[in-house]
Nanobody, 126 residues
Framework: QVQLVESGGGLVQAGGSLSVSCAAS????????MGWFRQAPGKEREFVVG????????DYADSVKGRFTISRDNAKNTVYLQMNSLKPVDTAVYYC???????????????????WGQGTQVTVSS
């Protein structure tokens, strides 16, 4: 069992930066691929970025490439999402999730993720 708790969301102006983090419980955090998803009102949950449990591979949605960066610290059981050059379209509830996956695999579909956090709101004003 893994419990995930996101923190760090908030309100930021367009062009600004925000960092969110996800703290995981359990000693096997390093065995899970981690992903960030987001869901805006009236829209489906979408993949934002993921990182393999090895930390070797990452995968980004085209819409955030070059602006968002994912990282993980297995010693702290935490995964981070640094968001730069934010746009109003980035406004959403951001969820972190954990998936069983091969060492260097980065799952991209919500159904592949077993554990989910409660979400943190990120609002980008224009």
């Amino acid at each position: 069992q893994v419990q995930l708790v996101e923190s760090g969301g908030g309100l930021v102006q367009a062009g600004g930066s925000l960092s969110v983090s996800c703290a995981a419980s359990g000693r096997t955090f390093s065995s899970y691929a981690m992903g960030w998803f987001r869901q805006a009102p009236g829209k489906e949950r979408e993949f934002v970025v993921g990182i393999s449990w090895s930390g070797y591979n990452t995968d980004y949605a085209d819409s955030v490439k070059g602006r968002f960066t994912i990282s993980r610290d297995n010693a702290k059981n935490t995964v981070y999402l640094q968001m730069n050059s934010l746009k109003p379209v980035d406004t959403a509830v951001y969820y972190c999730a954990a998936a069983f996956a091969a060492r260097n695999s980065v799952p991209m579909r919500p159904i592949e993720y077993t554990y989910w956090g409660q979400g943190t709101q990120v609002t980008v004003s224009s």
